[in-house]
């Protein structure tokens, strides 16, 4: 199995780079904000919750995602591997991920994070809140409390990663297609 976290800042271009990765390499993608965005749509109970807290640019509670990754990775148990997109975002669900993959003799091949610096992160995503409809792109202050919680509570898993020697940074400037190149060969080498 092929087991990619694709981790980066807000904006970092996660979803964008994850559908080039589905089409080359016929992984599922996991992405706990378009699972929650989906919820969300639906209008369930979980949704009307996890809203107030994305509005916010605050993460959702670590059993809620987790739960979600945990239903996913039963209903594809045929799956070639994943691509895992905005999680794990904290210690706690990165611990949780080893131990799901784990009862199924499975693991974390790699973790690829994209490097973007924080004038580019605010543009691209102020610049796709004018017709995304996406709450937590509206205003620039929910975008840099989403960067703030992303240093404070995410980034640390850089070094959980790097402990593994699963940890390989690239730089997220460029065309898609250039980024699209430094993340091939990041797997390749994964
Ligand atoms: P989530 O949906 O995961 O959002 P995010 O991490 O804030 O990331 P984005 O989707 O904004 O950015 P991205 O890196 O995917 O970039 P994209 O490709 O879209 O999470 C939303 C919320 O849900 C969280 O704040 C939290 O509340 C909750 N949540 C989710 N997961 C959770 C978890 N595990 N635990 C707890 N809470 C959780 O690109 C961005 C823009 O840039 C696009 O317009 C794109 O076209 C453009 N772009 C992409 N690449 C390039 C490029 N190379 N050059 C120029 N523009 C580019």
């Known amino acids: 199995m092929l087991n990619i976290v694709l981790f980066g800042p807000p904006g970092a271009g996660k979803g964008t780079q994850s559908q080039h990765i589905v089409e080359k390499f016929q992984l599922i993608h996991l992405s706990t904000g378009d699972l929650l965005r989906s919820e969300i749509a639906a ?104 960067l703030k919680v992303y240093n404070d509570q995410t980034a640390v898993l850089k070094d959980y990663y790097s402990k593994q020697g699963k940890f390989q940074e690239i730089n997220g400037l460029g065309t898609i297609e250039e980024v699209f190149g430094r993340i091939e060969n990041a797997i390749e080498k994964a």
């Open 43 to 146: 209008g369930t109970p979980l949704g009307q919750e996890a809203k107030l807290l994305m509005d916010d640019g605050k993460l959702v509670p670590d059993e809620v995602v987790i739960g979600m990754i945990d239903n996913k990775l039963k209903a594809n148990e045929d799956a070639k591997g994943f691509i895992f997109d905005g999680f794990p975002r904290t210690t706690e669900q990165a611990k949780a991920l080893d131990d799901l993959l784990k009862s199924n003799d499975d693991s974390i091949s790699g973790m690829i994070a994209l490097e973007v610096p924080d004038e580019e992160l605010i543009s691209r995503l102020l610049e796709r809140g004018k017709d995304s409809g996406r709450a937590d792109d509206q205003n620039e202050e929910v975008i840099k409390n989403r």
